[in-house]
């Protein structure tokens, strides 16, 4: 409730009027006190800093209300910003009453404030308030927070405030977050890049580690609060993806014992989920259970003509269908303990796991001189178990923004996968010629240990410095085995050449400086530096590949921001990021899976290194709409691509190296509006002029992209409300080749039943078509490629949500959690 009004007074302002309503009028003047301040043309500025009386933590967005000291009638006022701090301008030579009020805290009147010719500028120092914790039995809040916020350093998008998520997953939310991208298969792209890195509540989860689209389809919407875009990620942050960060933020409860339950069923998933949370003085207790069950299906086709100079030497045609059916389950807890006013501890921990079984089909046909038709079934199976466990210590300070922490943090990820494969010649018979089966069996730890200290100069002079160390160790080991049997019996003989046994360690240290100053004037300065060290130690035991590396990096930032008012912002960045190729990227193990399409990674693939330009412009209005305007540009010069290759027997062979710069130069636009209280319109249009160039391969591809993005909400009388959404992709281009674009639409219904404490919610994803379609071409001296892939997209669902418990008011304090920001995934 805090944090929904707190948006509402950002989003909306507050009138004069308006606070004339809801400030009470005061008492007649004391004798001797001075009466209204007498007209004169004389200017002064009233500021201060509100903080916490317990926690000392800033107060954003609080109210700030400058009254007359005999009628008590507002005449003037403010808001605190992100760091508790507020600036009253143009206030005219006279004394003063200063009013402050939030809800969750007792209000404050500081009497008596003089602005004079010999004191124009009156400092108030830092001004606590007191936490109101009355329970709350009924609250009507008759605002609502902004659909989309732009935030000092990041882009939010509220989920929680987007009907249609309900009983969706966190891919059904990043479709809808400005900025970013969805492709049909789940990639993620920001500013026309894949190399992004995904935090849960600011802190990596090994459920990321395998594959980030298979672990946002784990994630219920309902959890999910806010999803964070920050394209500009301050030193703080690890160095780790070119593009930026994606922070989900997931959702917290206030002080009681609340909790709901959710059902969805439709048309290719269903779900059950439930949460509790307790809170009550200084102890704080969440806990979260969810299962899913998925069906998805689809398949492609493919016609591959193979060339020696410049002439077709053989065909490859191929067409696979497959269906994957699956169960996932997600769980999490997390304690927090107030040892007393500056110190608490938290533990929480994370679980889950999921099982998939896909069943596919692919008929390869070969004309060639040595014609070639075969059908291969294949059945896998896949099970995933992921844990996290996280221990934080915080330490705050009397002065506000100064605060210790450490972190520790464990992750685990344990995959098994195996399949089973038989192979009959076409036209197909009842004949096997070809078996094939494996087992797979991979872990990966990652132990992580972080300490930050933050020291605010004074509470005056807005000049903060951060600063930190970290240490990450991860141990990945692998063991791959496989059997075959060449003649179609039931007599299979392991296949050495097609082992895969690995141990891989990484270790990364770091540190970092970040500055922080903000003027009277508005102007702001973020200065920072981050210095990484890299250790490698990689045992490819199949291939009998071993090798060692060190690399040493040190990546500046620099942010230069200027508020010309409270809804106007300009800001420059410019930092350098790196990007590591994760074990995906470097395994040597070629996969013969499909043999007429066999791949491998590259073990001597260096990081990329990225240089990244934005300029951007913020804009709000009292009613509620914004906009938001970014130019920007990223230059990669050795960056990491797929490279595929066929040799003279019409085998396709792809792998992985530093071999293109990539550049690419965009705008996004992003517009808010509400015509009227009850609708709210918003929508994204971005353009890019993509560039890849490969000297070594005489290879350049040029595009100019585009994506459109819109959504739109209406509140109904009696609880009911509607939506719809909709979202528009060009095709993207590779090294070698180009994608067809892409579109995605939905509308939403949902009732809500006060009394019951009940919200129904339907919602129909692209309702009139089945599949989404996607052509692929490929175009190369060895060899020309059309492909299309076509996967379900449509889906209708029903969600039922049920809440209990009541809760009240409390400050909340931020939890730390660690934030591995690397790693390129696949």
Known sequence: MKFSLFSFLAGFGLSVSALAQTIPAQPPPTPGQTNAPAPTSAKGKITGTITDATTSKPVEFATVALLDPVTGKPIGGTNSDENGRFTINQVTYGQYRVMISFVGYDSRMIDNVSVSVEKPDVSLGSLAVQANTQTLTEVVVTGQKALIEDKEDRLVYNAEKDLSNTGGTAIDVMKKVPMLTVDP????????????????NNKPSSIMARSVSEALQMIPAEVIKSVEVITAPSAKYDAEGTAGVINIITKNQLQGLTGGVNASVGSRSNRLSGNVNYKQGKLSVAGYGGGNRNNYYGGSESVRQNLREGQVISVVEQNNRYRNRGNSGFGSVNIDYELDSTNRIGVDASFGGDGRNTFSTRDTRVISANPQEFRRYTNSENDNTHMDVNFNYTRTFKRPDQEYTFLAQYNRNDNHSN???????????????????NTNDNWQNELTIQTDYTHSFSTETRRLLEVGLKAIRRDVSSNYLLENALDGSLDFQEDPSRANSFEYQQVVWSSYASFRMRTDKRWGLNLGGRFEMTDIDANFISTQTRFADRYQNFLPNLTLSKRFSDSHRLRLNYSQRIQRPSIFYLNPYVNYADPKNISSGNPYLDPELAHSVELSYSAYTPNGSSFNAMVFSRQTNNAIERVTTVDTSGVSSSTFRNIAQNATYGVTIFGSVRPVKQWNINSSVGVNYNLLNSPALQVENENISYR???????????????????????????????????????????????????????????????????????????????????????????????????????????????????????
């Open 185 to 200: 298969d789940g990639t993620i792209t920001l500013k026309g890049s894949t190399s992004i890195k995904v935090l849960i």
């Open 708 to 826: 459109f993005n819109l959504n739109t909400s209406l509140q109904l009388p009696n609880h009911f409300s509607l939506q719809a959404n909709g979202s528009f992709n060009s095709r993207r281009i590779q090294l070698q080749g180009q994608s067809s674009s892409f579109y995605y639409y939905g509308f939403s219904a949902r009732k809500e039943f006060k009394k019951q404490n009940v919200t129904a919610t339907a919602n129909f994803e692209n309702p009139f078509r089945r599949y989404n379609v996607i052509d692929n071409e490929f175009r190369t001296n060895t060899f020309i490629t059309d492909a299309t892939n076509y996967n379900v997209i449509r889906n209708i669902r029903l969600s039922v949500n049920w809440r209990f418990g009541k809760m009240g008011t409390t400050p909340d304090r931020n939890r730390k959690k660690i934030a591995n920001d690397d790693g390129k995934q696949s």
């Open 419 to 437: 399949y089973n494969l038989t192979q009959y010649p076409l036209p197909e018979s009842e004949v096997i010629n070809y078996r094939e089966r």
